[in-house]
């Protein structure tokens, strides 16, 4: 098969390019009824904080990515240049071994997390926080006859796209017609203060006490997560309460471990005697 090159397609004719994303790509997040009758959106080039489509089309990327995913911007040419010097180095080795960026980069990670000790690499979000769940079951079947193995989650929180993610995942319009979905993902009330569903003085203080009344009705040696979106974002742009941290170290002595999501890396990090602690990118709630 003839494949255009796409660097010399992109000073030139793209109409190939539009025919064959309309015809064989399958994109996330968009309908694709309406690429019937208009053209897919082609993104070919990006400097700094503009992108530009195949029509030529300037475009401040204000969504960095469309997803809150390029926040570094556009030809970055000294990452570019890391990034292809390793790849000639060193292009790949599975973790079995260690490696030179691997472990300079755990340790620059860790001196901003203090508390924990170790990182797991993974591809994405999801896969990170996957990791996460299954070191909790792990620890619960090891360390605790199956005890602490149930992980909570936030109404409004997203944390990926796998189906335990989806169990854990605080917007059920996105899990609907995936079932049955992982047991053992139990939800505690959002903390949208806009949504006002406590009438308080101290709003976050609230939140953080319903949180602790769902730990203390599952039982606190039952639970073995919190996991939790610093800033819920798709769901409703909202920070983390300082009160809420604080619950969270409140009842880590009680449960195996309290975590906090955040997207754009994927790392996972656990303490290093077994305690799971973490998801996407890390840290310990203070
Ligand atoms: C808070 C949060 N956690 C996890 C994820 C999943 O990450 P990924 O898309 O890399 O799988 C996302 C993705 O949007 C996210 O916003």
Known sequence: MNIPNPLSARDNDLSHIIEADRAHVWHHLLQHKALETTDPRIIVEGKGIRVWDAAGRE???????????????????????????????????????????????????????????????????????????????????????GKKSKILYRDRDYHGTTLANLAACGQPERAALYGPLPEGFIQVPHCLEYRKQWDVEDYGRRAADAIEEVILREGADEIGLLCLEPITAGG???????????????????????????????????????????????????
């Not at 556009?74 to 260690?98: C, H, P, T, W």
């Not at 909202?238 to 409140?250: H, T």
């Not at 449960?255 to 990118?281: D, F, L, Y």
Request: glycine share 8%.
């Open 59 to 145: 475009y401040i990327d204000a969504v960095s990515g469309g997803v809150w995913t390029v926040n570094v911007g556009y030809g970055r040419e000294s990452i570019a240049n890391a990034v292809r010097d390793q790849l000639i180095k060193m292009n790949y080795f599975a973790q079995s071994a260690g490696s030179i960026p691997g472990s300079l980069f755990a340790e620059a990670l860790l001196d901003k997390m203090p508390g924990l000790s170790r990182v797991y690499y993974a591809n994405s979000g999801s896969e990170a926080n996957e990791k996460v769940f299954k070191m909790v079951r792990q620890i619960s079947a090891r360390h605790h006859k």
């Open 236 to 286: 409703g742009s909202s920070c983390l309460r300082q009160a809420i941290g604080s619950a969270c170290r409140r009842s880590a002595g009680n449960t195996t471990s309290c975590s906090i999501s955040t997207k754009s890396s994927a790392v996972s990090a656990a303490p290093a005697h077994g305690s799971a602690i973490s998801t996407t990118a890390c840290s310990p709630i203070s």
